[in-house]
């Protein structure tokens, strides 16, 4: 499957933005989908994730209750919408899918195995 991130910018502190990512190539339905994000000189962080069709979203402590994580099967389309956007968020967000992910690895970078090329968000202060 391949995956394309869009949506982030530049957006002041209290904002929000909305990033899409959508899939090609094979049964998008079928994979559990994640927003991972990485900040210069770290690894990349979980964000979010949501298993193959919905169901519970499971959130990093540091964006739950600010960031919702979603998916339109129809439209091969997941979606993380983000509000209360701080300073700290700033970092590259990459969508990530994988057809086989076990729950204790979901919010595991390594855990899966297909990945957008990344989008910035910016957040000033």
């Known amino acids: 499957v391949q995956l394309q991130a869009s949506g982030g910018g530049l957006v002041q502190a209290g904002g929000f933005l909305r990033l899409s990512c959508t899939a090609s190539g094979r049964t998008f339905s079928s994979y559990a989908m994640g927003w991972f994000r990485q900040f210069p000189g770290k690894e990349r962080e979980f964000v979010a994730a949501?298993?193959?069709?919905?169901?519970?979203?499971y959130y990093a402590d540091s964006v739950k209750g600010r960031f919702t994580i979603s998916r339109d099967n129809a439209k091969n389309t997941l979606y993380l919408q983000m509000n209360s956007l701080k300073p700290e968020d700033t970092a590259v967000y990459y969508c990530?899918?994988?057809?086989?992910?076990?729950?204790?690895?979901?919010?595991?970078?390594?855990?899966?195995?297909?990945w957008g090329q990344g989008t910035l968000v910016t957040v000033s202060s």
């Open positions: 990530a899918g994988s057809s086989s992910i076990i729950l204790s690895n979901i919010n595991r970078a390594y855990g899966y195995a297909y």
């Open positions: 949501i298993r193959w069709r919905g169901g519970t979203p």
